[in-house]
């Protein structure tokens, strides 16, 4: 089905691929495959050193300048358009893997999104339904171009798909079922306003036909008439809500409960939301309560988020690497009562502080270390707060310096937390490139 779509998409067409990085190269290898166009190339700000031939390269830093010369474009996620490339500047279309994949496939997909949980909820839920013996694959955002997965799907498969706002933003198909776990400020650097965010966010239901599923938290829930779907309301503690959590262990979901595993091993009340989350979309797809108790209980966390990663100099290391956040810190501030020192900033990406503020002038962890060009900011905005807030915040350079005063004034035997609720990309590659180090930094 993957091929034929395409294959109809590209037909006698001039076709640009805009990126060529993991998804970029899982396209062509596609596209290739299919052939039927009119002209191929390949457009980048980086060099490619291992160009396919017999494609049109446009590289450097106007490579987006091609774009009005072709037909059909794919876009890679994270590309930010220039204003005069925009899809209602342009005659030919802009277009995506995710929309391709969605286009083929919508009536088999699971699509999740929500600024944060969204890996941690498709992975677990693509655990539990190989657990309960579900034919399923497991794709999107999460790091597993969906353009790979289809010599696996079969009519009877289950696609859970993680998808991420960067591909939401051009997309005008929506999955059968989809899934809108939260909404905080984030990637206010590519997309401007808040609004403009939320906006792209709500294309996972936007186009959602009757017949559908949306399962939606507050404050995403669609206005009435904006969702064609049956909208299940999402909402923690609340035993009126559609789907929910219950005392922090009993999840709900269509008038059952399911008590949580005593060990399992998510961390924090936040992946325990996530659990009533999985239990109602399983439910709904045949798996067994027993399985989906077995499932919950035998997954492990995926790395950097919110994970302890060893006892080192007598102190306790978590690295929650993937808070990007206000809220996500706070979540993990609050699942680990025994923390003595957080490490927070990173990128400043304009996201307000105010509730992460509020938020640390009211807790009692000891030492407060800011980092980095958010941290900066933060340290400044503390000054319209008490004092005793202040008396607990230090300011360091980078992660290195803060990690090596994290040493020199964590309690032994008390957890050293690194939830940043910034970006990393001022200075990684990416937040599994700071998880990793640090790692490094703290056993060494």
Request: proline share 5%; glycine share 8%.
């Amino acid at each position: 089905m993957l091929l034929k779509c395409l294959r109809e998409m590209i037909a006698g067409q001039r076709v640009l691929l805009l990126g060529f990085g993991r998804e970029g190269r899982a396209v062509y290898r596609r596209i290739a495959e299919v052939g039927g166009y009119a002209a191929l190339g390949i457009a980048d700000a980086k060099e490619i050193a291992d160009a396919p031939a017999g494609v049109q390269l446009h590289i450097g830093e106007d490579y987006q300048a091609a774009m009005p010369d072709y037909d059909v474009i794919f876009k890679s996620p994270g590309i930010v358009l220039l204003p005069e490339y925009r899809p209602e500047h342009l005659k030919g279309r802009v277009t995506s893997l995710t929309e391709l994949f969605l286009t083929a496939y919508r009536g088999q997909c699971v699509g999740i999104t929500g600024t944060k949980g969204k890996s941690t909820t498709s992975s677990l839920l693509y655990h539990v339904l190989q657990t309960a013996g579900i034919p399923s694959v497991l794709g999107g955002n999460i790091g597993i171009p969906t353009a790979n997965l289809y010599e696996q799907i079969t009519p009877e498969t289950v696609i859970v798909m993680e998808i991420g706002v960067h591909q939401l933003e051009y997309n005008h198909v929506s999955p059968k079922t989809a899934v809108f776990l939260n909404l905080y400020e984030e990637h206010l650097d590519h997309y401007g306003t808040f609004e403009y965010y939320a906006y792209c966010k709500e294309n996972i239901y936007r186009n959602q036909q009757a017949g559908d599923l949306l399962i939606c938290g507050e404050p995403s829930l669609p206005a009435d008439g904006d969702c064609k779907a049956d909208v299940l309301r999402l909402k923690m503690d609340d035993p009126q809500a559609d789907v929910t959590l219950l005392h922090g262990d009993t999840v709900c979901a269509g008038g059952e409960q399911l008590r949580l595993p005593d060990d399992m091993a998510l961390t924090g009340v936040h992946n325990r939301y996530n659990c009533a989350v999985v239990f109602a979309l399983a439910r709904r797809l045949g798996a067994a309560p027993e399985d989906i108790f077995r499932g919950i209980q035998t997954f492990q966390p995926l790395p950097h988020r919110l994970s302890p990663v060893g006892t080192f100099h007598g102190i306790r290391w978590y690295d929650d690497s993937i808070s990007t956040a206000c809220e996500t810190c706070i979540q993990a501030l609050s699942s680990l009562p025994e923390t003595d020192t957080v490490l927070i900033g990173g990128m400043d990406r304009g996201i307000s502080y105010q509730p992460l503020l509020a938020y640390l002038a009211e807790s009692s962890v000891p030492h407060i270390i800011l980092m980095s060009d958010s941290g900066k900011r933060i340290l400044k905005e503390a000054e319209a707060y008490p004092e005793s807030l202040r008396a607990r915040m230090d300011y360091a350079e980078d992660l290195p310096a803060a990690v090596a005063l994290a040493k020199q004034i964590t309690e032994k035997g008390k957890i050293c937390l690194m939830s940043p609720a910034a970006a990393s990309y001022n200075v990684y590659q990416n937040f599994e490139k700071r998880g990793e180090h640090f790692l490094e930094l703290a056993m060494a």
